[in-house]
Each structure stands twice: as structure tokens, then as C-alpha cells.
């Protein structure tokens, strides 16, 4: 039988903060999976120039801090983070918004493309790339062999200046390369969007070579003050030469216009930046491919249902055997989700994590299925706590994705949550590295003795076959 555990990741020395430390991402080293960087929008806590990550390298057990990440504003640390290792050569590889820029007046969104040599490097990581008027980068690596040598090739999704704004930067040799290191911005939205197309592009890349490229195709863009409601259409692009050929992107065509990018759905309604639990809506997005066959593909969204009249925030999810040409329905049936994540093992089990609002709870819930859903799938809640504790320091709440992918037959992830120290919340169970009390669900402080208010922390969990 599987195991399954959670980690409580901020470290024993921050057991006093109080930080809103959420939207996190994680990276596992395929070559060594003891080796893990995990991020979210931790502060540096000596407000140094440098934001931190979070690394572990005993399977997640315990985790330090590395203040490796350039551009770190005081009592934020960067924003947007999201990091990816190599397939082999053990390179690490982030795409930032720098948040120093973010403070600026007006703010900046700046993206930044960062390299460092392994998981030990201590030292500031390397920028390749920095660019203006990007936002939510989103990180994928595959290792190759060219040349008589191992090349790596890193992806990074992001949403650049309109109108045609879904994107991908990418290098077919990475680890090496000076600055740039051969980066190259590819716009795959083909079609004329509303305004600009959603913030997630989201990434999968298969060892054939086989590179999918998910985003969502604003329509209509109503703009208010703060929500804006938007149609859209969700689109799936693909390569089948790694992305470095002449044409990146082209070679799945729509079935019924036959510009390239295959609309999965159409015509789906969001009311963006709205609010749920504490936290805003509006961008999500995850694909995930079969390790085993390039050809089988999962993705999942979130929309609300029956249009601007509608009232929820459905996930759905749909796959493809043809390589992204045709889309069968799996699921439609989880209500108030957002932060949908999918990966696929070695053994072809599928898995979705996601956190969904109901009864003034955040839930987050880990779904395993043989059988794409046709029966009940494995099922554990990872993590439940009041939705309106703590109270939120701005956006986002939780955070606007969370991550899971798999190495081998095991799937890992993180997400961000009510840090109550309270057995209640967490039925598989929980380590918590920083000082607590689950007899009296308090929090304390460095000193062991200071009571700590509730704040958000990342948390870990790793599915073990």
C-alpha cells in the first residue's frame, strides 16, 4: 500500500513568523529524489538583497533556508517563484518576478530567467534572462543528448504584453551557456484574444521530446473595478521536436479552424478576481502527460458555470490518447475548487490535487485513479482549517497555483495553508519542523515559551508507492 505523509516546511529558526507564505512550487531532482527545492513568498528574515527557498535533502523530512534569489524586496522576499531541475546534471533553474520591481511606483512585473549549478549552491543565483512586463512564470526542464554531450532544455510559460500574450522561453542548452544562454521568446497564441490571454501557461514535457503548452484564450474581457469577467477558450499547443525547431509550437492544429492550438473547451466564463474563502479567482490551469506514451495527456481548469449568473467555481478535468487532437470528458463535478495540479507516474496513475471552499473550510485533497476516474479514485484530505483564519494580508490568500509532479511511481507536492497546529486538520498526519503544541494547537515562538498567531506556511506531501 502507498504511504503518505505532510511536512510542515518553515524551519524550526523561523518558528516565529508570522508571514503570509503561500503560493508555492516545488522542484524534485529526478536523478537523486531525496534532493527538493520548494518555494513560496517567504521574506528573507534578515531582509538581506537576497530571497530565500527552501531545500531539503532527506525526501522532505526537514528543509533549510538558501537566500539565493536575487532582487528580494524587504518583508516579501520575490514574488511570483517557480523552480524546475534538469533531467540529469542536477542544475537547478527558477523563473522569477524580481521583487524589488514589484515595489516599484508604478510596480514593475519583471521576469527573471535564474540558473544555479545544484541544490548545495549557497551562492546567488546566476540571471540569464530579464525582461519588463511579464507575469507568472512557470518553470518545466528535460535533459537531452546532442552533440556527444547532455544539453539541457528549459521551458518557461509566461504571459507577456498584449494581445497575443501566452508565451513560451525557451533554451535548448541551458546548463553552460553564458547569459542568455540562448533563451528565445516563442508567442503561441495564434488567434486574436480579447485584450490579452490568461496569466497560467502551463507546461508538460515528455523524454520523446513531446512538449505540450496549455493556456486560456480570453474572448471577452468586461473590465471592472476589481473583477472582470472573462470568456475564454482553453487551448492546448504542441511540438513534437523539443521546441527547437523553426516553428515551435504548430504541430497540433484545431480540428475546426486549423490554427495551431487545439481548443479543449470554449466559450467558459470567469468573474476574475473575485473572491472565494479569502483568496481570488481566475487562473486555473495544469496539464500533465504520461511518462510512459506522449500521446495520453490530462488537463484541468477551473471555471464558473452557467456565466456570469453563476454563483461556483467548477473544476473540470479532460484527456487525450491522440497527442492533444481530440478531448474526452473525465470530470465536472468538483464545486468551489481552484489550484488544480496533475501528474502522472511511471505506472500511468493519474493525480489531481486541488483545494476547494466549502462550509468555511480550505480543503485540500489529493485524488489517485488507475482508471481516469471511472471509478472512485484514492482519496485523502491532506490539509482542512478555517477559511477565515488568519485574516489575509493582502493577495494572494493561498496563492494563485499550487504543485504537484511525479519521479518515478511517487508523486510529490506542496501547497500553502492555515498553520493551526491541530491533528484535526491534517487526517494523514503532519511533522511540523517549527516549535509547536497539538495538545493546546498552539504556535511558539523561537524561544519555545512566545505564543505565535496563526499564519499561512507551504507545506509538503509525498505519495510513496
Not at 106 to 132: C, K
Not at 299 to 310: K, L, S, Y
Request: some cysteine.
Amino acid at each position: 500500500m502507498p504511504t503518505l505523509k505532510v511536512v510542515n516546511i518553515t524551519p524550526k529558526v523561523l518558528s516565529g513568523t508570522v508571514t503570509q507564505d503561500s503560493e508555492p512550487f516545488l522542484a524534485v531532482n529526478p536523478e537523486t529524489p531525496t534532493e527538493m527545492v520548494a518555494t513560496a513568498f517567504t521574506p528573507d528574515p534578515m531582509d538581506g538583497p537576497l530571497a530565500p527557498v527552501y531545500v531539503s535533502t532527506d525526501g522532505g523530512d526537514s528543509w533549510v533556508l538558501h537566500t539565493v534569489v536575487p532582487g528580494a524586496a524587504p518583508g516579501l522576499g520575490t514574488a511570483d517563484i517557480t523552480v524546475a531541475f534538469a533531467a540529469q546534471g542536477g542544475a537547478l533553474y527558477a523563473g522569477i518576478l524580481n521583487g524589488l520591481a514589484a515595489l516599484q511606483r508604478p510596480p514593475i512585473t519583471r521576469m527573471q530567467i535564474l540558473r544555479a549549478p545544484s541544490v548545495a549552491s549557497t551562492a546567488a543565483m546566476e540571471i540569464l534572462v530579464s525582461r519588463d512586463e511579464e507575469d507568472q512564470p512557470w518553470v518545466i526542464a528535460d535533459t537531452v543528448a546532442a552533440g556527444g554531450s547532455d544539453r539541457d532544455r528549459v521551458y518557461i510559460g509566461n504571459n507577456g504584453p498584449g494581445p497575443r500574450t501566452a508565451r513560451v522561453d525557451l533554451s535548448g542548452d541551458a546548463r553552460t551557456a553564458p547569459a542568455p544562454a540562448g533563451f528565445v521568446s516563442t508567442t503561441i497564441e495564434r488567434r486574436n484574444p480579447a485584450g490579452q490571454d490568461g496569466p497560467p501557461v502551463r507546461l508538460a514535457v515528455h523524454p520523446d521530446g513531446t512538449v505540450y503548452a496549455a493556456f486560456q484564450s480570453w474572448r471577452s474581457n468586461d473590465q471592472g473595478d476589481p473583477i472582470t469577467n472573462v470568456g475564454f477558450d482553453v487551448v492546448v499547443t504542441r511540438d513534437d521536436g523539443g521546441g527547437v525547431d523553426a516553428h515551435p509550437f504548430q504541430d497540433l492544429k484545431d480540428a475546426t479552424d486549423s490554427v495551431p492550438g487545439q481548443r479543449v473547451a470554449t466559450d467558459r466564463f470567469v468573474a476574475f478576481n473575485s473572491t472565494m474563502g479569502q483568496e481570488r479567482l481566475g487562473g486555473d490551469l495544469t496539464i500533465a502527460v504520461d511518462p510512459t506514451g506522449a500521446d495520453r495527456v490530462w488537463i484541468a481548469w477551473c471555471d464558473r458555470v452557467g456565466g456570469p449568473a453563476g454563483v461556483d467555481n467548477t473544476l473540470h478535468v479532460r484527456h487525450s490518447e491522440d497527442r492533444g487532437q481530440t478531448w474526452l470528458q473525465v470530470r465536472d463535478d468538483v464545486t468551489d475548487a481552484k489550484n488544480p495540479s496533475l501528474a502522472v507516474n511511471e505506472d500511468g496513475l493519474v493525480g489531481l490535487v486541488y483545494q476547494r471552499f466549502a462550509s468555511n473550510q480550505w480543503t485540500t485533497v489529493l485524488e489517485v485513479t488507475a482508471d481516469n476516474w471511472s471509478t472512485a479514485p484514492e482519496s485523502d484530505v491532506l490539509h482542512q482549517a478555517p477559511a477565515n483564519v488568519p485574516r489575509a494580508r493582502g493577495l494572494p490568500f493561498l496563492g494563485d497555483y499550487i504543485r504537484m509532479l511525479a519521479v518515478g511511481k511517487d508523486f510529490y507536492g506542496v501547497f500553502a495553508g492555515n498553520n493551526t497546529p491541530d491533528r484535526a486538520n491534517f487526517p494523514v498526519g503532519v511533522t511540523y519542523q517549527r516549535n509547536a503544541n497539538f495538545t493546546t494547537h498552539q504556535l511558539l515562538s523561537t524561544d519555545g515559551v512566545t505564543r505565535v498567531p496563526p499564519s499561512i506556511d507551504p507545506f509538503f506531501f509525498h505519495r510513496a508507492a
